[in-house]
Structure formats: structure tokens, C-alpha cells
């Protein structure tokens, strides 16, 4: 029996809520009762308030899931006692006093590059012009071209933010690799997934997988709420 009905999932970099739409769809058609953060992506501190807030709100369990820096959002705010399961979709998973910036620093020889363009005013883009090859290379040309005009402003401060208690450590967690991932080698992917003792499905899929495959995403989560 499912005893887990909340859902909470968490977006990550240069993108906003709206990418779990396919996600939410699956779930809701099985009775789970989703909740969509929109975190502004700004500072981690200021993410996991948004997460926290949403957590408080809920009736009993949730899985918290993450896609990509939604994974660090999600690490630090699942020690929430609303906190069933973490799941960490072609996530970040760090450990205590890691971050974004110190988990992307030493990148293995040969392995893709995010074109993360130099920072302005304190924000980051994606390069255009490479996101769909990047973040969302199974995708349409004209979902990528209109996800890459749609790019949220990431925070260098959000990069930096750093995990105090990392939620894995006390909560089961599962991981979905994405295969084809050009944002977060898959390598890193399954580093990560086994350091945190997670459950791992693999998935033939670019960085944006929760868009393009929702139904395997979908079906990770329902492992993680069973």
C-alpha cells in the first residue's frame, strides 16, 4: 500500500516549475496530491525557506524531489520532518559543506562543459545558442529554442550555497541518471547516487529528462513513495 499521497518537487537552474508540468500530470492521474516549488533561484538559503514553507503546509508525508540544483535545495531542506523521501532527478546530491561550485570544480578530463556564460550583476544564463545541445538535446528544436528565451537568472549565490546536514544521510533516497546528461556527466550522476545509498534507475535521456520522459521520472517517484 501507498501511504505516501505529497509530492513536492523542486526545480533547478535557469528554468522554472513549469518544467515539471509532465510530472505533475502522471501523478496527479494516480491520486498523488503535487505541489510545484517555484524557487527564485537566487541564494540556496532563500530556495530551501520557499521548499520549507511549502513542506510546512502539508497534511502528512511528502517525496521531496529535485532536478539538477534542485538536488542541493532539496538536500538541505528534506530534513524537514514532513520528509518521507528524497528523490534526486540528474540531481546534485552533496554532502555536508559541499555546494554546486565545489561539486562542478575539477571536471574529469574529456567530459562536456556546461556554456554557462560569465556571470552579470551577480546572475548567470545558459549561452543560447548551445542550450539545446547542453540542457535539452532530446527535446523539439522549438521546446529548447523557447526554454533557452525562457532562462531564469541563476544566482552565483545559489552556486555557492552550501549543504550544513545533508538530508540523505537520514532519509532513503532514489536517483534517476539521465545518460546522455551534458549539464552533470552522468559519471558524477552515479558518484553521487551511490554515496548517497540510493536507489538507482537509469534513463537514456538529456539533462532536461523531466520534460522529455516524464513518465520515467514520474515512475522513480511512485517508487519512492511506495
Request: charged share 15%.
Amino acid at each position: 500500500m501507498t501511504t505516501i499521497r505529497n509530492i513536492v518537487l523542486v526545480h533547478g537552474g535557469f528554468v522554472d516549475g513549469s518544467g515539471w508540468q509532465g510530472v505533475y500530470d502522471e501523478l496527479t492521474r494516480d491520486g498523488f496530491r503535487v505541489h510545484v516549488v517555484q524557487n527564485p533561484t537566487l541564494s540556496l538559503e532563500g530556495d530551501v525557506a520557499v521548499t520549507r514553507r511549502v513542506l510546512d503546509s502539508l497534511d502528512g508525508p511528502a517525496v521531496l524531489v529535485g532536478h539538477s540544483y534542485g538536488g542541493v535545495v532539496v538536500s538541505e531542506a528534506g530534513t524537514h520532518p514532513n520528509v518521507a523521501a528524497l528523490a534526486y532527478i540528474a540531481a546534485f546530491a552533496p554532502d555536508k559543506g559541499e555546494s554546486v561550485n565545489t561539486l562542478i570544480a575539477d571536471p574529469p578530463p574529456g567530459a562536456p562543459v556546461p556554456p554557462i556564460l560569465p556571470p552579470v550583476d551577480g546572475f548567470l544564463f545558459l549561452d543560447r545558442d548551445k542550450f539545446h545541445g547542453s540542457f535539452a538535446a532530446d527535446l523539439p528544436d522549438q521546446v529548447a529554442a523557447f526554454m533557452a528565451d525562457a532562462q531564469v537568472p541563476w544566482g552565483v549565490d545559489a552556486l555557492g550555497g552550501t549543504v550544513t546536514e545533508p538530508a540523505w544521510r537520514h532519509k532513503p533516497s532514489w536517483y534517476l541518471v539521465a545518460t546522455e546528461d551534458r549539464m552533470i556527466p552522468p559519471p558524477a550522476q552515479r558518484a553521487m547516487a551511490e554515496r548517497a545509498g540510493a536507489t538507482v534507475v537509469e534513463v537514456i535521456g538529456s539533462h532536461a529528462v523531466y520534460v522529455s520522459q516524464p513518465a520515467a521520472v514520474a515512475g522513480l517517484i511512485r517508487q519512492a513513495a511506495a
